[in-house]
């Protein structure tokens, strides 16, 4: 991986991005993936066509500009960017794990954020090989920035579902909310307490598991997301951490 050489300028660049390309001013500044990889694209005229022509080079070959346009609701140019600075942070055409957690660790310095993207690497990684390709993430931004919230809860089902049986476990549940808190770290106020994630937890599992069998399928999980807003607005929470 790569050292940044102009980390401190990733406002500037993300705004002369944002006016260029097109992306709203909350998806850089609320997504810290987008903020990453926009930040590492250094535009030049030639690099619209080498972003096309030169992929020779990597291990993995991703799909063509049309083919990743149709499947997501990202512009040509929105593709190209992203595949700029994807390229950029790695020249092998996959992010790993540790990636995920370089990128996390420097957002939230102030608390541990290596659990929370160790769950959310699992959940861009949706063919469970070990790695994220420029496919999987755009696929994943595409459904958590402009999907229908149908799509967003469906993606968030999966990102709780750790084991990826089908169910939500409280257990499951508490672990992405413990992941969540201790990668806030002490920036939360009021402080939170130890228990909090449990409270909140046991909160959520009595209206989600609506036939008290102890687990919460996406059927449950989607009607409750929807029609409860305190529970809607809780989920909303990763969002806000991605």
């Known amino acids: 991986m790569c050292t940044p050489s102009k980390g401190a300028q990733w406002k500037n660049d993300l705004e002369h991005i944002r006016k260029d390309h097109g992306f709203s001013r909350k998806v850089l500044l609320n997504c810290?993936?987008?903020?990453?990889?926009?930040?590492?694209?250094s535009p030049s005229p030639k690099d619209s066509v080498e972003d096309e022509l030169e992929l020779s080079t990597v291990?993995?070959?991703?799909?063509?500009?049309?083919?990743?346009?149709?499947?997501?609701?990202?512009?040509?140019?929105?593709?190209?960017?992203?595949?700029?600075?994807?390229?950029?942070?790695?020249?092998?055409?996959?992010?790993n794990e540790e990636t995920f957690k370089d990128i996390y660790s420097q957002f939230f310095p102030q608390g541990d954020a290596s659990t929370y993207a160790h769950f959310l690497f699992n959940a861009f990684d949706t063919d469970?090989?070990?790695?994220?390709?420029?496919?999987?993430?755009?696929?994943?931004?595409?459904?958590?920035?402009?999907?229908t919230v149908q799509e967003k809860l469906i993606w968030a089902f999966n990102l709780?579902?750790?084991?990826?049986?089908?169910?939500i476990s409280k257990e499951e549940m508490?672990?992405?909310?413990?992941?969540?808190?201790?990668?806030?770290g002490k920036c939360t106020y009021p402080?939170?307490?130890?228990?909090?994630?449990?409270?909140?937890?046991?909160?959520?599992?009595q209206k989600m598991d609506k036939n008290k069998d102890g687990v919460v399928?996406?059927?449950?999980?989607?009607?409750?997301?929807?029609?409860?807003?305190?529970?809607?607005?809780?989920?909303?929470?990763?969002?806000?951490?991605l």
């Not at 600075?85 to 996959?94: A, L, M, T």
């Open 59 to 95: 291990r993995h070959r991703p799909e063509g500009l049309e083919q990743l346009e149709a499947q997501t609701r990202f512009s040509r140019k929105e593709l190209q960017i992203l595949y700029r600075g994807f390229k950029n942070e790695c020249p092998s055409g996959v992010v």
């Open 174 to 184: 508490l672990d992405i909310m413990k992941a969540i808190y201790d990668m806030m």
């Open 217 to 241: 399928t996406i059927d449950e999980f989607i009607d409750s997301c929807q029609n409860d807003e305190n529970i809607m607005r809780s989920m909303h929470l990763f969002e806000n951490v």
């Open 32 to 41: 810290c993936l987008v903020r990453r990889i926009i930040t590492w694209a």
């Open 191 to 205: 402080v939170l307490k130890e228990e909090t994630p449990r409270q909140h937890v046991e909160v959520f599992f």
């Open 128 to 147: 469970h090989n070990g790695s994220v390709s420029f496919e999987d993430f755009v696929m994943g931004l595409s459904i958590l920035l402009r999907g």
């Open 160 to 167: 709780y579902d750790i084991n990826k049986d089908g169910y």
